[in-house]
């Protein structure tokens, strides 16, 4: 497992696609998901699925984002949102790298890797009771701590280029637009408290 931290916005889930597509699984699926955006009701179906009439609404067997991540990697951003109940069921997973589908008794063996990404500090909640310290320990194999843009500004020319080149696209321009004088050295002379994706939508 890799955990991501780092601010809102410093791309945390370009660095989780990045690992997927550099590593032996990339052929296999990249499925994300935003922890802090499902319901708590909801969370087991949308992660582990559900079999046929397994509550009210369940007409279909559904699969969930882990078995539709095997072979690949899931991305489990904002993992500092989840709910501490969610989290027992997730260590378990983990430990045992099997699911068993909301309603189901058949167990789904798993093959993936385990990337999660959070913009808080989960060691402090853990300490706090606020995060499970085991669940923190197993997430936490290969710590990854991604700076904010103010702190790595020999980036920002090299992304601005980056960016105006693909929003010139996206927005069909005919030609790339360039900067005009000093206004690098104003990019340069802001802190950027929205980080790479202030930065994008301030390109745009």
Known sequence: PVLLTGETGVGKDVIANAIHLASSRREGPFIAVNCGSIPETLIDSELFGHEKGAFTGATLRKRGRFERA?????????????????????????????????????????????????????????????????????????????????????????????????????????????????????LLGYDWPGNVRELENVIE
């Not at 501490?84 to 789904?108: F, P, Y």
């Not at 923190?136 to 280029?161: G, K, M, S």
């Open 70 to 186: 095997q072979g690949g990697t899931i991305f489990l951003d904002e993992i500092g949102d989840m709910p501490l109940q969610a989290q027992v069921r997730l260590l378990r997973v983990i430990q045992h790298r099997e699911i068993e589908r909301v309603g189901g008794v058949d167990r789904i063996p798993l093959d993936l890797r385990i990337i999660a990404a959070t913009h808080v500090d989960l060691e402090k909640n853990a300490r706090l009771g606020e995060f499970r310290e085991d669940l923190w320990y197993r997430l936490a194999v290969f710590p990854i701590h991604i700076p904010p843009l103010r702190d790595r500004l020999e980036d920002l020319p090299e992304l601005v280029r980056f960016l105006v080149a693909r929003k010139a696209r996206e927005l069909k321009l005919r030609r790339v637009p360039e900067l005009g004088q000093g206004e690098m050295q104003a």
